[in-house]
């Protein structure tokens, strides 16, 4: 929650946008803000009339929070193939002609 909220943030650049695109309230995204600079005992963003501007460890933070949210979308991947539900990644290069017959192909993968 913390990740998203302090994403989201980063990229609406106010907390009312980024409460609005999280389906949260302002107080609900500051206090997930607030609990991370308290953690931290650092302010990720500063606080203009403009809104809110990340400073470098809320960049910081930011750049984790989108390397670990990948990380966990390859765990699910991986998981998945475990699971047999997804077996493999797909890349397809081919010549103009093969618009005839690729999509089975791909299809059948």
């Known amino acids: 929650k913390q990740f998203k909220a302090v994403q989201a943030i ?3 650049g106010k907390i009312v946008s980024a409460a609005k695109v999280l389906g949260l309230s302002p107080p ?3 206090i997930q803000l607030r ?5 931290f005992r ?3 963003f500063d606080r203009t ?3 809110m501007r990340p400073t470098a460890a809320g960049l910081a933070f930011v750049e984790a929070a989108q390397a670990i949210e990948e990380r966990l979308r390859l765990l699910e991947d991986e998981m998945d193939a475990i699971k047999g539900v997804r077996t493999g990644s797909l890349r397809l290069g081919v010549v103009s002609t093969a618009k005839y017959f690729a999509p089975r192909l791909m299809a059948g993968f």
């Not at 609990?35 to 953690?39: C, F, G, I, L, R």
């Open 35 to 39: 609990q991370v600079e308290e953690e």
């Open 42 to 44: 650092l302010a990720l």
């Open 28 to 30: 609900a995204v500051t």
């Open 49 to 51: 009339s403009d809104g």
């Open 10 to 12: 980063a990229s609406h």
